[in-house]
């Protein structure tokens, strides 16, 4: 059974021809025609989606490491896709959803959903399906060595594989 999120990852890396990782999620949002700025900001803020007219903006936090900065454009593309008229109004003009330290907690049902179409765009299953069965087993360094593939964070990769039902020695 599909979803809307698996639905529309399908469609992007059909879209931009995206057949390997890792997804290039920052040419995908350019290519969409959203802005991306990079602004240095506190531990407690990844990223931000703001919305003026036609004109979108992803915020980056600079101060992420490079694979968290990756997962926060993914996230913000899933609240560009799914969320668009929810976001907080901070000004007239504009409509501003921050990803902050509640994101993570999984605590509000349209950061659970940014996140998994994030993790869905960032790992697509048809491409970790492909990886698996490569490697043949799974062993403690999998993780590693997927997560340097993907350029996703360890942790990531472990609560991808989680969520696809497979478990292993990580």
């Known amino acids: ?3 809307k999120v698996d639905e529309k990852v399908r469609e992007l890396l059909a879209q931009f021809r995206v057949r390997r990782p890792p997804v290039p999620v920052e040419q995908i949002a350019k290519k969409l025609g959203l802005k991306l700025a990079a602004v240095p ?3 407690d803020i990844s990223g931000a989606i703001i919305r003026k007219g036609i004109r979108v903006v992803i915020a980056v936090n600079t101060s992420h490491h490079l694979n968290r900065q990756r997962f926060t454009v993914a996230h ?3 609240h ?3 969320h668009q008229g929810l976001e907080e109004h901070v000004d007239q003009n504009f409509r501003i959803a921050w990803r902050n330290s509640d994101s993570s907690r999984a605590i509000d049902w349209l950061e659970i959903e940014a996140n998994r179409f994030a993790a ?3 790992m ?6 492909k990886d698996l069965d490569a490697l043949q087993r799974i062993e403690k360094r999998t993780v590693a060595l997927l997560a340097s593939r993907y350029r996703v964070s360890p942790e990531a990769m472990k609560f991808r594989l989680t969520n696809l039902g497979i478990t292993g020695p990580f």
Do not use: I
Not at 124 to 129: D, H, K, M, N, T
């Open 76 to 78: 913000e593309l899933g």
């Open 120 to 122: 869905e765009l960032l």
């Open 124 to 129: 697509p299953r048809e491409f970790l399906v």
């Open 41 to 43: 900001a506190g531990d």
């Open 1 to 3: 059974m599909t979803d």
């Open 80 to 82: 560009y896709f799914f």
